[in-house]
């Protein structure tokens, strides 16, 4: 007989199943409710609600597991937003490990035996590798931006190119950062082309500092016009005023395209910012590193207190730092600036191997950076194509394994996966099958 909404349990007869009993009252209360409302559900659709005690055992299990799990990256994008931005290095973690366990001196000045200030800790770390004379760090790059704005322009004007008006992600747009920091607006020049001469027009009576800002995910080409920090430099010094770079991606040595804290500074900059979770290869920050004074305003503005940095950021932070003191080391040991060297006769040996264990087909793709970082960069990469009927199992899966649907496949690009992860793809792919 089909079943229908008169044969389904009360909630308190399903919770008093004896399969059900080693498990929290309350917690199997709320189990019991879902699965009745499920059930309720798919009897008006005339399908089978199925087994409710199992069904109920299933929903205990699912709401025991962490929200927040480790995924298996095959999309081919290696600092992917949605999926964490950059994996961190073992010395990083480490470190997180380390200070995260126990208590740490993170406002504590030890040789002083007085209150310290957490913003030190970095401070020779980020100068041995960027120079500059202080620095500040607080929870993400927007908020660093947010914070300079604060605390060098609130109530005055701030200088932008219109090419630089970008928006950062999530619809967050510069003139929205702007308008929150409290400070004005000027947009200067066109979208394609902006001349020294446009800023030296725009500077008035109000003018607080000057901006640039990376131009994230995007790049503008063919009749552009755009003028060296050496002559943002030059106008900035000469009215008086701050030049502040937004970097964005956080390259700390030559990568592609991306210009460095290191050389902003060179050429004349007074205060860069820059993130810690992309091209840099660690935790969620917003980096600043410039002169000392302004550095100090921002440190002493209100706003600080709320965007600042926690200990496990700082820790991994600086375990990621020390690691980038010796280019090479951070090459080999970060994961990103691994992924992103790595040759692509690498990557199709990894490639191959997880096509071998799962019966499916090598294909050449093209892997992107991600995190707005190198836009324009296509990075030769190769995936593993298996069925597209894949796709959901697999991101619901234990470990989720996200991949990319094309024509009809679903490809797994295994230039973000190490070895192991390969191994553990192919176990995945196997379990996916059997559920189907």
Do not use: W
Not at 149 to 161: I, M
Not at 387 to 399: A, I, N, Q, W, Y
């Amino acid at each position: 007989m089909a079943p229908s909404l008169r044969t389904l349990p009360s909630v308190d007869r399903l919770v008093a199943d004896s399969r059900l009993t080693d498990s929290s009252h309350a917690l199997v209360v709320v189990a019991a409710r879902a699965v009745l409302e499920r059930a309720r559900a798919a009897i008006r659709e005339g399908r089978d609600p199925g087994d409710l005690v199992e069904a109920t055992r299933a929903e205990l299990a699912a709401a025991g597991r962490p929200s927040l799990r480790r995924v298996l990256n095959a999309s081919g994008v290696l600092i992917h937003t949605n999926l964490g931005r950059a994996p961190l290095a073992q010395a990083a973690l480490e470190r997180v490990v380390e200070v995260g366990g126990s208590y740490s001196n993170l406002e504590y000045d030890l040789e002083a035996g007085a209150r310290g200030s957490r913003q030190d800790h970095l401070t020779v770390l980020l100068r041995e590798i960027i120079g500059g004379e202080a620095s500040l760090v607080v929870n993400n790059n927007a908020a660093a931006v947010m914070l300079a704005l604060a605390a060098l322009a609130e109530g005055r004007e701030v200088l932008v190119s219109r090419g630089e008006l970008i928006e950062i992600g999530d619809g967050f747009r510069i003139p929205d950062v702007l308008a929150r920091s409290g400070a004005r607006l000027v947009e200067v020049g066109s979208t394609n082309r902006t001349r020294a001469a446009d800023y030296e027009r725009a500077i008035g009576p109000d003018t607080a500092l000057i901006l640039r800002v990376h131009q994230a995910n995007f790049r503008v080409v063919g009749f552009t016009e755009q003028p060296s920090l050496h002559e943002l430099a030059a106008i900035a010094r000469k009215a008086g005023l701050p030049l502040v770079d937004d970097l964005g991606s956080g390259a700390l040595t030559a990568i592609g395209d991306e210009s460095t804290a290191a050389a902003s500074l060179a050429a004349g900059t007074d205060l860069v910012c820059f993130s810690g979770d992309k091209l840099l290869g660690g935790p969620q920050a917003g980096i600043l590193v410039g002169r000392a004074d302004l550095i100090e305003r921002l440190r002493r503005h209100p706003l600080q207190r709320a965007l600042r940095a926690d200990k496990l950021t700082l820790a991994a932070l600086e375990g990621t730092l020390a690691l980038a003191l010796d280019p090479a080391r951070a090459r080999a040991e970060i994961p990103v600036l691994r992924m992103l060297d790595e040759p692509a006769a690498s990557v199709r040996k990894r490639a191959e191997r997880l096509a071998e264990l799962v019966g499916g087909e090598v294909e050449e793709t093209v892997a992107k950076a991600g995190g707005g970082a190198l836009p324009l960069a296509e990075l030769p990469s190769f995936a593993c194509a298996i069925e597209e009927e894949l796709f959901d199992p697999l991101r619901l899966g234990d470990p989720p394994v996200v991949g990319i649907v094309r024509d009809g496949r679903l490809l797994l690009d295994v230039r973000a996966l190490t070895a192991d992860e390969v191994d553990e793809v192919a176990e995945a792919v196997s379990a996916a099958r059997t559920d189907l």
